[in-house]
């Protein structure tokens, strides 16, 4: 159980575009889902907590206007990339907590990681 | 300030021998303390987690961590370790107040 699914695994395109990233719980619902940016050998850096039916809480330093969040369902939230540039470059990864408070763990999608050309 | 800090960044060991990756934590609060693994390009899998209950927890894989509050510690092991467990760690805390930090993770090598 407490399966986080995320799409696309790999994903390469211009300057410019923009890019959608999902994240799902797929036998789970999730209030809360987080995302992290990951650099190479480096850790997960938060860059923002998504709760479902409310604006996403951006840490310090990340574009809300260049990472949009959208936390529709219980089971899905999206992470778009606008205008995507090669310093955008990374691992994209998604978390998800089941409901029931600070003691369930989260759990992690496989990631997603962009290349911007 | 919460923080995490895992104290070494590279382990080598030999297929067969113990495991041992140190992390320390700093926090106001009485955390819940996470052990992730990493494989290349994937999400990070839930090893074990300490909330509070027993000190010593055992995980999957054959990996266990105690927490010892007076050192402020919570040391990943494994009595053998196989050539599968070389991956990144990252031990993580969570205070309840905001998503997870992390170490800044501790990559395993197994030699044969």
């Known amino acids: 159980g407490a399966v986080v699914s995320q799409h696309p695994s790999w994903v390469i395109c211009k300057s410019g575009t923009s890019v959608k990233i999902e994240c799902r719980s797929l036998d789970f619902q999730a209030t809360t889902m987080f995302w992290y940016r990951q650099f190479p050998k480096q850790s997960l850096m938060l860059m923002a907590t998504?709760?479902?039916?409310?604006?996403?809480?951006?840490e310090q330093g990340v574009e809300k206007d260049k990472f949009l969040i959208n936390h529709a369902s219980l089971t899905l939230s999206t992470l778009t990339v606008t205008s995507a540039h090669p310093e955008d470059s990374s691992f994209y990864i998604c978390s998800a907590r089941t409901v029931g408070g600070v003691d369930q763990p989260q759990h992690f999608g496989d990631g997603t990681r962009l290349s911007i050309l | 300030a919460q923080s995490v800090t895992q104290l070494d960044s590279h382990v080598s060991v030999s297929e067969g021998t113990p495991v041992l990756l140190r992390c320390n934590y700093s926090?106001?609060?009485?955390?819940?303390l996470f052990w992730y693994v990493q494989h290349p390009n994937k999400g990070l899998q839930l090893l074990l987690k300490y909330t509070s209950a027993a000190t010593l927890v055992k995980g999957i894989n054959g990996f266990e961590a105690e927490f010892k509050k007076s050192e402020t510690s919570f040391h990943l092991t494994k009595p053998s370790a196989h050539m599968s467990d070389a991956a990144e760690y990252f031990c993580?805390?969570?205070?309840?107040?905001?998503?997870?930090?992390f170490g800044s993770g501790t990559r395993l090598q197994v030699q044969p």
């Open positions: 998504s709760n479902e039916g409310s604006k996403a809480t951006y």
């Open positions: 993580a805390m969570d205070t309840g107040r905001r998503a997870l930090t």
């Open positions: 926090s106001s609060y009485s955390p819940s």
